[in-house]
Nanobody
Framework: VQLVESGGGLVQPGGSLRLSCAAS????????MTWYRQPPGKERELVAS????????NYADSVKGRFTISRDNAKKTVALQMNSLKPEDTAVYYC??????????WGQGTQVTVSS
């Protein structure tokens, strides 16, 4: 099982980044996919999630209207489009695959830094 995040980096406030998470080794379409983040010195928090077929999404209040989660079950990928980035979005971003009856996998994380 593998989840590999990519797309992080340094961006100025107001800018955009697109994170991607590529999955392998499990039945991707059976799992909820969720993005989390862990700001420096803080606990990990949920950012956005997408149901197994992508018809239901949820967002943290802090990112609503700025971030969009999407998944492609054929390609076994989940993306997080981040617009209007703020310094407080600085964090390590992780993707997670999980389902109610067993299975819980995490990626290694990708750093996002929003700074001028």
């Amino acid at each position: 099982v593998q989840l590999v995040e990519s797309g992080g980096g340094l961006v100025q406030p107001g800018g955009s980044l697109r994170l991607s998470c590529a999955a392998s080794g499990f039945t991707f379409s059976s799992y909820v996919m969720t993005w989390y983040r862990q700001p420096p010195g803080k606990e990990r928090e949920l950012v956005a999630s997408a149901s197994n077929v992508g018809d239901t999404t949820n967002y943290a209040d802090s990112v609503k209207g700025r971030f969009t989660i999407s998944r492609d079950n054929a390609k076994k990928t989940v993306a997080l489009q981040m617009n209007s980035l703020k310094p407080e979005d600085t964090a390590v971003y992780y993707c997670r695959a999980h389902r109610l009856f067993g299975g819980n996998y995490w990626g290694q994380g990708t750093q996002v830094t929003v700074s001028s």
